[in-house]
């Protein structure tokens, strides 16, 4: 019984530890509103994709750093900045798990030409069409942000019962001195009509620790 006691305070306090190291960690990550202007909403794939106008999970976390930080070759030309960090994104080992077990069900020869080892997440430059581990595929690319579509299979093509749009950002604000990332997201239901919103606050605050842990993650591939 005192083995089990101390087995039990041992998994509390480690819990705990660990608990407040991921919030340190992520501890520069916020989450800003978006207002209902933001381009998101008016993106040609969410106008087509949500036909009913169904209700949206919708997010942005915002991770600024001093441009003193940054590798001096991403600033040295536009659009180097936004690939390293979604290349981050997706080969960093904040996505490393979803990705083993997205391997493991649907990496075979219908998916070959998809991103799937962490070298090829991380050497890709993410261009229209690229497409990620069966999950993800690039719809639109700027100097500033790779969007891609979500929410299921990209061989799904048509509306969705789960869909939705993911925004990487990068953007240098040189009069502040920093460089600025972002991650947005933006959930719908496709299909049909829906009387909710498709994620409830409890599942809505833990996609959103997750992507403070994908955004961290994505950090070391723009560092010095």
Known sequence: MGLIKRTLKLTTYTGLASVGAFFWYTRNDRFVDMPATDPIFSHALYNKFNPSKNPTTHDLCIRRVPLSDINPTLLEKKGKLVEA??????????????????SRKYEDASTSSHLWTPDQLRTSTYDLGTLITDHFEVVEKT????????????????????????????????????????????????????????MPPHITWLHQQYTKLLAETALGRVLR
């Open 143 to 198: 100097p500033e942000r790779i969007v891609v579509r979500c929410g299921d299979s990209p061989r799904r093509q048509g509306v969705r019962a789960s869909d939705g749009l993911f925004e990487i950002s990068a953007v240098v604000k040189p009069d502040e001195g920093v460089a600025e990332f972002g991650l947005k997201s933006c959930f719908y239901q496709g299909l049909g009509k829906a009387e909710g919103a498709p």
């Open 85 to 102: 960090f979604c290349a981050g994104v997706w080969s960093g080992w904040g996505y490393a798990f979803q990705r083993a077990y997205l």
